[in-house]
């Protein structure tokens, strides 16, 4: 099957299809902070979230769109205080089912750019559990570095521990 993909920044009419991807991949892969739970937010928190990023100069939610349907977010948060306001922190998900096609890495390349031209952010930053080699790979190919190791950094119902990579890159002018 052909997709025609769409990267676009999230819209406060995304809310609802980005709830349920958000439940979706939740329920997917224990890779992420995310649980069987997902985002645990309304439609309307959601919408507000979207609509407080794209008044920000230092926050953004890009979409991966595949024939309209959500295949993959990155999400860039960042702090107001001035003092922290140049550290963005990166959620990166894609759907299972579009794993290993290059979604990564193509949102991975948009959010740096995005954060190279935003004129504010000057670091990225992520964790990552230590056992996703795939995303560390992903994350090391576009010059993120390994900062330091975060022991019990995440914890999986079944009484599991994992450490978690603290990874970061810095965004030059």
Do not use: P
Not at 2 to 29: K, N, P, S, W
Not at 86 to 99: A, E, N, S, T, Y
Not at 133 to 139: F, G, Q, S, T
Request: glycine fraction near 8%.
């Amino acid at each position: 099957m052909e997709y025609e993909l769409c990267i676009r920044e999230a819209e406060a009419h995304d809310a609802a299809a980005l709830v349920a991807f958000l439940d979706l991949v939740g329920q997917e892969t224990d890779f992420t902070s995310l649980d069987e739970n997902g985002i645990l937010m309304t439609e309307s928190e959601m919408a507000l979230f979207i609509e407080k990023q794209a008044t920000s100069d230092n926050q953004i939610t890009l979409l991966a769109l595949l024939n309209d349907e959500i295949a993959g977010i990155l999400n860039i948060t960042a702090e107001q205080r001035m003092r922290v306001r140049h550290i963005g922190d990166i959620f990166l998900v894609i759907q299972r089912k579009f794993w290993n096609h290059g979604l990564g890495s193509i949102l991975l390349e948009e959010g740096i750019e995005w954060a190279k031209t935003s004129g504010v952010l000057r670091r990225l930053q992520l964790s990552v559990q230590k056992r996703n080699e795939a995303a560390i790979h992903l994350y090391s190919k576009f010059g993120f570095v390994t900062e330091g190791l975060q022991e019990r950094g995440a914890y999986l119902k079944e009484g599991i521990f994992l450490d978690v990579y603290l990874m970061g890159r810095l965004i030059d002018k």
